[in-house]
């Protein structure tokens, strides 16, 4: 199983500084880079001061100058924001500046504000819809002379301008929650991102039930990557990670607020929360947080990620975005590169020795 990050600007206060937050991201991506890890996944939104990412593919030109080998995935561009010709091309642009080195990650989007502000009128459905045609649209530009006539796109003969330095384009990955996305994926060639959000455990084994049976229903396709994305935390100990608890569990209530866009928002950032609100969640809290995302010691961690390991995941990202400051988020990076990921490395080497004898 491989390893990547997963990080945006995460701010919920006005006194967090935007620049600063910038220098933090760049730190955590050499980091990570250095350390070895396989990839570095940013998204994209829109007006939220909430995740400042308004574009992943720039943001990641950047980290290219900074970084030596990791690959550079958009984790992930939001499709009904798109035209195919415009994704094309400066994905493959990007490609390019990053010397072959981009993933595409592309998902309908998940917040009702943006929506309301992008493309009013618009909901889950038809965003679905949009990415189910912006996917092979892009993928056909990239091989040049393709007209489209479509539902919500139509273009006489167009090619990708630039084409991608990758044979055959940056490779795809799609966010999939329900079996109509994760079989639509591994139809279209695709990588498959699952994110599982408050059911712990469980909704972790039915998101990789769900590929399975994609795959088992497209015997003819070659079965692509899924990657598990998890907020994580590696603690120094008990009381360590009882606080990261703590700080994710504020984390997710801003997140649920959010996503259910009643609250008042004023300069790009949600009304805060009282500790009242969240204390009273129906679910979110430090003891789920602790019990459903991946919290622990380095011991515990690696006992958690081999499970997912065996249930067939191909990449762990460890999603550092929280409330927490940026030493404990930095500390936490450098215990799981550190204290986590070389357990892994052992057993893959292990096992190439063992092919070879």
């Known amino acids: 199983m491989k390893f990547s990050l997963f990080a945006h600007m995460e701010r919920i206060s006005s006194e967090d500084n935007q620049k600063q937050l ?31 990412a308004p574009n992943p593919l720039l943001s990641l030109v950047d980290v290219a100058r900074h970084t030596k080998t990791v690959r550079l995935g958009t984790g992930t561009v939001i499709a009904p924001f798109w035209h195919p010709i415009r994704l094309a091309g400066e994905a493959a642009m990007a490609d390019i500046i990053t010397e072959g080195r981009l993933d595409l990650g592309i998902a309908r989007g998940a917040y009702q504000f943006e929506y309301d502000r992008m493309m009013p009128g618009l909901d889950a459905w038809g965003a679905g819809q949009r990415l189910r045609e912006l996917i092979p649209a892009v993928k056909a530009l990239w091989k040049g002379d393709y007209a489209h006539k479509g539902e919500f796109f139509q273009f006489p003969k167009t090619t990708s301008a630039p084409l991608p330095l990758q044979e055959n384009g940056p490779p795809i990955w799609v966010a999939a929650r329900d079996p109509n ?44 990557k899924i990657m598990l994305l998890m907020h994580s935390y590696v603690a120094e100990d008990a009381a360590d990670a009882k606080q990261a608890a703590k700080e994710f569990n504020r984390f997710y209530n801003y997140f649920g607020a959010w996503f259910m866009n009643k609250r008042e928002i004023t300069q790009g950032l949600i009304k805060p929360l009282s500790e009242e609100e969240i204390a009273a969640h129906p679910f979110y809290t430090p003891e ?53 990921m070389p357990a892994f490395q052992k057993e893959g080497a292990d096992a190439e020795l063992s092919a070879v004898h």
């Not at 639509?184 to 769900?210: M, R």
């Not at 690696?302 to 997912?308: A, G, V």
Request: hydrophobic share 35%.
């Open 181 to 224: 996305s994760h079989e639509f994926a591994v139809a279209n060639g695709c990588n498959v991102q699952v994110a599982p959000l408050w059911k712990g455990e469980e909704e972790v084994q039915h998101l990789i039930d769900t590929f399975n049976d994609a795959c088992a229903k497209n015997p003819q396709v070659p079965r692509p």
């Open 288 to 340: 789920a947080m602790e019990r459903d995302l991946v919290i622990g010691t380095p011991d515990q961690v690696i006992e958690r990620l081999r499970h997912y390991e065996a249930q067939g995941y191909d990449e762990y990202s460890f999603w550092i975005d929280s409330s927490q400051s940026f030493e404990r988020k930095k500390a936490s990076l450098l215990r799981f590169i550190n204290e986590v």
């Open 22 to 52: 910038y220098d933090e991201f760049i730190e955590l991506c050499k980091i990570a880079d250095e350390g070895g890890m396989h990839a570095i996944w940013t998204g994209e939104h829109h007006g939220m001061n909430f995740t400042i």
